[in-house]
């Protein structure tokens, strides 16, 4: 319903007073005459009595038929002083609807009748010179107030509109931004994660494939395991911690990792039992924080996917940029000769949260298997200066 059209709910008390005023207002119009025609023309007295009844009646529709009603109390008056009343209220809803042109013909009417009632008045020893004046000037109050009341009507629905549009709004924004953090969690909990089990599952294969090993050799292997599980529950303490109100000992505001502990990164995959060369290293201690981490998680995550699809190959890692040009990260390892993973994923979770991680901070990634039966995965970040 458009807001000019819209009629607030009326509770008892809001049409009591609506009906003591206009009982008044006919109340006072008839009292005078009432008693000429009692006297002189009963009929009349009775014909009055029962359009203003009617006119009463009547007005319960004046919402859903205001024209209708307006006009059929209104055109009661000619003969009707007890019309008044309600032909004033109706006039005064018809006038909430602010609309020109049910308005001035109806207020015309109103003015008709009231002076053709006026005229056949006869007890009235008023001249119409005084008279036309104020039956005017009490039409344009009740018209003028009418539209006032519409016209605040239709701020209150305009302004609830607006509030409940910006509720809507606002639970729209904050369920986006729900989502987005917990896909940000996501990505963080499978970067840190992945990375840690993939080295447990790497070194209980170990366990449970190799006859051959000695027994310091076990004790060696499930020590990683050991501290690799330990390591997992460690980061994973400290990623739930971001979900908590109050993080407490979880200390979710731990350091974040950066460019600088790329070498680190190597060395533990190294420890573990992989072959990674680095071709080419920039000076890792220039790059900013935001970049850096995401470097640090490129690498990690390609690191992980060759841990966990190709254990026994050479990984080769480049990170080569400047300041303007960017930064470009370029993991490189064979598919495992033999294997069954011969054809590498389109997409697995990992690259889709490395995709959405380097696009956060304005760069690019793809992966690709080359005709060399080489799986690559390059990333460029923007380095400004």
Avoid: C
Avoid at 94 to 111: C, D, K, N, Q, Y
Avoid at 150 to 165: I, V, Y
Avoid at 281 to 301: M, S
């Amino acid at each position: 319903m458009p807001a000019a059209d819209y009629q607030p709910p009326l509770r008892w008390w809001n049409h009591a007073w609506r009906y003591a005023l206009v009982l008044t207002i006919s109340g006072v119009a008839w009292f005078e005459i009432a008693y000429w025609q009692w006297d002189h023309n009963r009929l009349w007295f009775w014909s009055d009595l029962g359009l203003g009844l009617v006119g009463l009646v009547a007005l319960q529709w004046r919402r859903r038929f205001p024209v209708a009603v307006a006009v059929f109390t209104n055109a009661a008056s000619f003969v009707s002083w007890s019309s008044a009343g309600p032909g004033t209220l109706a006039l005064v809803s018809l006038s909430t609807r602010r609309r020109w042109r049910e308005v001035i013909p109806l207020g015309v009417l109103a003015i008709v009748a009231s002076l053709v009632a006026e005229n056949n008045n006869p007890v009235s020893e008023d001249v119409l010179a005084f008279t036309i004046p104020f039956i005017i000037a009490i039409i344009g109050v009740s018209v003028g107030w009418g539209m006032y009341i519409g016209s605040r009507r239709e701020l209150l629905t305009t302004l609830r509109e607006r509030a409940r549009t910006a509720e809507s709004e606002q639970a729209a924004r904050v369920a986006q931004a729900r989502t987005a953090e917990r896909g940000r969690i996501a990505r963080e909990m499978h970067d840190v994660l992945a990375h840690r089990i993939s080295l447990v599952t790497m070194h209980a294969g170990a366990l449970t494939y190799r006859e051959d090993l000695t027994a310091e050799e076990m004790r060696a292997t499930a020590a990683v395991i050991q501290e690799s599980s330990h390591q997992a529950l460690v980061e994973l303490r400290d990623v739930l911690g971001i979900l908590r109100d109050d993080a407490g000992d979880a200390s979710p505001e731990r350091p974040q990792p950066s460019a600088v502990d790329l070498p680190a990164l190597l060395d533990e995959a190294r420890a573990t039992g992989m072959r990674i060369e680095t071709e080419e290293l920039v000076a890792l201690d220039g790059i900013p924080e935001t970049l850096g981490r995401t470097l640090y998680r490129v690498v990690q995550e390609s690191l992980t996917n060759a841990r966990k699809h190709a254990p026994n190959t050479l990984v080769t890692v480049s990170v080569t940029g400047s300041p303007w040009a960017g930064l470009t990260i370029v993991v490189t390892n064979p598919l495992e000769v033999g294997s069954s993973r011969v054809a590498v994923p389109e997409s697995g979770l990992g690259l889709i949260g490395l995709a959405e991680r380097t696009a956060l901070v304005g760069g690019k990634l793809s992966h690709r298997i080359t005709p060399g039966r080489e799986f690559v995965v390059e990333a460029w970040l923007p380095w400004p200066a």
